[in-house]
């Protein structure tokens, strides 16, 4: 498989350049979840970063065609939108 060195934006990640596996098409993952330990022994806070194109491409990385950014709403809007489905509750 392979990888590519994707940097990290916004977020505790930020700054960070991490391999990254690309998919069969060529590109990494829509979106990047960083399950991080709870010190009291709860369950994991879930960070959750999407993918975007590389603003400046070659500064943060060179050769990085995409990086990810922090969102802090989480998995807020993200899964599948079929026509045929209701509309969630409001």
Do not use: C, N
Request: hydrophobic residues 30%; glycine residues 14%; charged residues 25%.
């Amino acid at each position: 498989m392979k990888s590519e060195d994707t940097p990290f934006v916004d977020g505790p990640l930020d700054g960070r350049v991490l391999p990254i596996l690309l998919g069969p098409t060529g590109h990494p993952p829509k979106v990047y979840r960083v399950p991080v330990p709870d010190d009291a022994g709860g369950p994991p806070t879930v960070l959750v970063y999407r993918r975007a194109p590389a603003a400046g491409r070659g500064r943060i990385s060179p050769g990085a065609r995409w990086q990810y950014e922090y969102d802090p709403d989480g998995d807020k809007g993200s899964g599948l939108k079929w026509p045929w489905s209701k509309p969630g509750p409001r």
